[in-house]
Nanobody, 115 residues
Framework: QVQLAESGGGLVQPGGSLRLSCVAS????????MGWYRQAPGKQRELVAR???????IYLDSVKGRFTIARDNAKNWVYLQMSSLKPEDTAVYYC?????????WGKGTLVTISS
């Protein structure tokens, strides 16, 4: 199994920045790709950014140019640098790992954008 732990959420004013972190532990040898998703109140969970197996990245259109996904060389940490934050970015942000053992989710970290 793989365990995921997110951190870095909080309350930020519009236009501000936050950096989310996620670390995978356990059977990290099975990791394939990692990424970030979010779920706003009353809405479905959506992909924010993720790595593909070839190392390329995919972003939600509304965050392109504002968010950047990164990972460490060992590839068991994944980060989401968020800037120019908007109230509509308010959501619980989840880390997801796709592995040879299955898909795993973190418990999420709340990001609130409000003045």
């Amino acid at each position: 199994q793989v365990q995921l732990a997110e951190s870095g959420g909080g309350l930020v004013q519009p236009g501000g920045s936050l950096r989310l972190s996620c670390v995978a532990s356990g059977s990290i040898f099975s990791l394939l790709v990692m990424g970030w998703y979010r779920q706003a109140p009353g809405k479905q969970r959506e992909l924010v950014a993720r790595f593909e197996r070839d190392g390329s990245t995919i972003y939600l259109d509304s965050v392109k140019g504002r968010f950047t996904i990164a990972r460490d060389n060992a590839k068991n940490w994944v980060y989401l640098q968020m800037s120019s934050l908007k109230p509509e970015d308010t959501a619980v942000y989840y880390c997801k790992a796709e592995t040879t053992l299955g898909d795993y989710w973190g418990k999420g970290t709340l990001v609130t954008i409000s003045s």
